[in-house]
Nanobody
């Protein structure tokens, strides 16, 4: 079992920066991919960024490419999403996700078997 806890959400003005964190605990050695998703009411959960744990490779959605960065601190077992030049359309609940599946499809929610509770990010004009 793996437990994920997000933190760092909040309110920020358009053009600003915010970093959200995800602390992982439990059987993290079994994990293959860590990722960030976001969701707004009435819309599907969107894959934002993902990081493969067994190789130096990441996925960044086109909607945030060049503005968001995914990284992790191995010693702290923590995943980060650095959000720069944020826009009002980045407002959403941001979820941390993890999977032990050896998958190359990382932007689809169904491949993830562990989820955090989410943290709200609100970007104002």
């Amino acid at each position: 079992q793996v437990h994920l806890v997000e933190s760092g959400g909040g309110s920020v003005q358009a053009g600003g920066s915010l970093r959200v964190s995800c602390a992982a605990s439990g059987d993290t050695s079994s994990l293959f991919v860590l990722a960030w998703f976001r969701q707004v009411p009435g819309k599907a959960r969107e894959g934002v960024a993902a990081l493969y744990l067994r190789r130096t490779s990441t996925y960044i959605a086109d909607s945030v490419k060049g503005r968001f960065t995914i990284s992790r601190d191995i010693a702290k077992n923590t995943l980060y999403l650095q959000m720069d030049a944020v826009k009002p359309e980045d407002s959403a609940i941001y979820y941390c996700a993890a999977t032990s599946q050896r998958t190359l499809v990382v932007s689809v929610p169904s491949v993830y078997n562990y989820w955090g509770q989410g943290t709200q990010v609100t970007v104002s004009e």
